[in-house]
């Protein structure tokens, strides 16, 4: 069983559709869970960043951390075509000495 | 745009040479990062650095190595390359290296090894 699980779609969706991205992990010493996106062939930026449960919110973009289930989510409210990109999902312990990143969801939001 | 450059964008090599990654971390960034992202294995972390001083390692082979100068720009160093290091290596850094600190990207090298 890999660290972190993460579908990796493709996942096609139309324009204004809400989006839910998911992640699996198994490491109980997670603490700090992050959302990047990445568009084709540039470095991943960060989206949302979660320390330990509970939700986050930042425009349309929502994160959730479920610390008792070992779940992540991020939706992405009234999706654009701008919002198509492979997101990924990281976490790392407390130290940062254990960085992991999901495969990744490569997402398309069809106009 | 991150902050963070990285040089060269593409590099093309023979199995069994050795190649070296330049970073450039954001300025006023003290800690950088080396990640390996191939189709197969996703974004794999290799090595943080933090002010010039190795603080994590990940996944790195033997065969690899890196280090932060007193300028804070770093080096990784790939020899005996062989068909499965070719993939896209990412450079991030951070203000503190921190576990919470956001990391910024570079825009990648790719490295070919035929």
């Known amino acids: 069983q890999k660290e972190v699980e993460q579908d990796p779609g493709p996942l096609s969706v139309p324009e204004g559709a809400i989006v839910s991205l998911n992640c699996t992990y198994s490491?109980?010493?997670?603490?700090?869970f992050m959302w990047y996106r990445q568009y084709s062939r540039k470095g991943p930026e960060l989206l949302m960043y979660t320390y330990s449960s509970g939700n986050k919110e930042d425009g349309r973009f929502t994160a959730q951390v479920d610390k008792s289930s070992k779940y992540i989510s991020l939706f992405i409210r009234d999706s654009q075509p701008s919002d198509s990109a492979t997101y990924l999902c990281a976490m790392s312990d407390a130290y940062g000495q254990n960085f992991v990143f999901g495969p990744g969801t490569r997402l398309s939001v069809l106009p | 745009d991150s902050g963070v450059t990285q040089t060269p964008k593409h590099l093309i090599t023979a199995t069994g040479q050795r190649v070296t990654l330049r970073c450039s971390p954001r300025?006023?960034?003290?800690?950088v990062y080396w990640y390996q992202q191939s189709l197969d294995q996703g974004l794999q972390f290799l090595i943080q650095y933090y002010n010039g001083e190795e603080r994590a390692k990940g996944n790195i082979l033997e065969r690899f190595s890196a280090q932060q100068f007193p300028d804070l720009h770093s080096e990784l160093n790939l020899s005996s390359l062989e068909l499965g290091d070719s993939a896209l290596y990412f450079c991030?850094?951070?203000?503190?290296?921190?576990?919470?600190?956001?990391?910024?990207f570079g825009p990648g090298t790719r490295l070919t090894v035929l």
């Open positions: 991030a850094s951070s203000v503190g290296g921190l576990a919470g600190d956001t990391q910024y």
């Open positions: 300025s006023g960034d003290l800690s």
């Open positions: 490491n109980s010493a997670f603490q700090y």
